[in-house]
């Protein structure tokens, strides 16, 4: 599938860690070391699984779904450098799922557009150029004229195993020095490697918080 890159649902993580191989373009075992071995050596890393962790410690705090909702949508949005970030709840019963949008509920079929693909197989994407892929629903991006680059998608599953829901991270950014004016800016980027593993132990505490 062009510009797609899907890998392993997070439940086999730690069967990637001991040898399982799927492919990214790259095999996913050494991926999975590299990243590893640059967290071992690099300090930022190790905050950023320290960060990780209060995160899930935080929002176990938080009760109400709506606003669980949107706390992991802004926490996420700030671990992971990105634009957007959409939590949608997958609902069996009604083969859809909903999510907050301007204030109201939103429901959406679960036969649509990149989350859907994802809620029905279980597995994550990331995609470089979403315009590229055919399961990309691009109705959202006519109507508000925003333009979607990069996706991060990943499965949620309770502790039965089964999908309960789906973060979309949209459009990742970092940090730069605007060269005229010698101050700090926004500016686009992709999704590293280490981004989609933390990605992975992130959503799988997500699923039963």
Known sequence: MVGTVEWISSQRLFALCVGTTHKLGIEVDHCINGVWSSINASKSSVEKLKLLFEVVHDLSAITKITDLMAAIERRVSK???????????????????????????????????????????????????ATTDSRFDSKVDSVTGYRTNNVLVIPLSNQHKRICGVLECVNKTRLDIDKKTNREITISSTFTTEDKVMALLLASQLGIV
Not at 80 to 93: A, E, N, P
Not at 106 to 120: E, F, N, P
């Open 79 to 129: 671990f992971l450098s990105c634009d957007r970030v959409t939590l949608f709840m997958v609902d069996h019963i009604s083969h859809d799922m909903w999510t907050r949008f301007g204030g109201h509920d939103t429901r959406i079929s679960i036969d649509i557009g990149l989350a859907g693909w994802v809620a029905r197989n279980g597995l994550p994407m990331y995609i470089d150029d």
